[in-house]
């Protein structure tokens, strides 16, 4: 089980102090706050394509960093970082190659009955005004979806006008970084 290999790495890791070399405070050192997609090529890769060390950022993360409601978790945990922990910039990372970019939401409705969730919950959810195309969709060019997620941060009521907000594509291949938006 890879969770079981986690744990025996992180005992190891503890008892030896490895942790010595990552110690800071929770204040970012760049007061920025990065929002990110979850993709597994960028965990790495992003933080050294950006020279990002260890407490320079606060990074949020979600399928295709994509935000679509003012209030949800995402929008949530950027104003904190603003408020609580002195963030001044905010930077949207998309990526090429995007699992979003492709999601069929009929195609991840049947995968969700495939795996064993039934029709009835699927059904019962719609009837609550859960629309699954609004939920799951992504988008069409990684830019629009960057840029989507920037205005509604920047058009944010509870965004202080002396935060930046800028938006950038990251090649998940390269680590090459380009410019879709930003506020200087």
């Known amino acids: 089980m890879h969770l079981d290999d986690m744990l025996t790495y992180n005992k190891k890791f503890v008892e030896e102090k490895e942790y010595v070399q990552y110690q800071t405070d929770s204040i970012p050192n760049k007061k920025m706050v990065i929002f990110t997609c979850m993709e597994s090529r960028l965990v790495e890769l992003l933080h050294r394509a950006l020279n990002i060390q260890n407490g320079d950022v606060k990074v949020v993360k979600n399928a295709g960093a994509i935000i679509r409601k003012p209030f949800d978790s995402i929008m949530k945990s950027i104003l904190v970082a603003i408020f609580e922990l002195k963030a001044e910039e905010v930077t949207v990372i998309g990526h090429h190659d995007c699992g979003m970019s492709r999601v069929d939401t009929k195609a991840l409705t049947n995968k969700m009955i495939e795996k064993g969730i039934e029709e009835e919950t699927i059904h019962t959810l719609k009837h609550a005004g859960i629309d699954f195309e609004e939920e799951f969709h992504g988008f069409d060019t990684v830019e629009e979806s960057v840029l989507q997620s920037v205005n509604l941060i920047r058009n944010h009521p509870l ?18 970084v380009d410019i879709v938006t930003r506020e200087d």
Request: proline share 17%; hydrophobic share 35%; aromatic share 6%.
């Open 159 to 176: 965004l202080p006008p002396y935060v930046k907000v800028h938006g950038l594509v990251i090649d998940p291949g390269t680590g090459k």
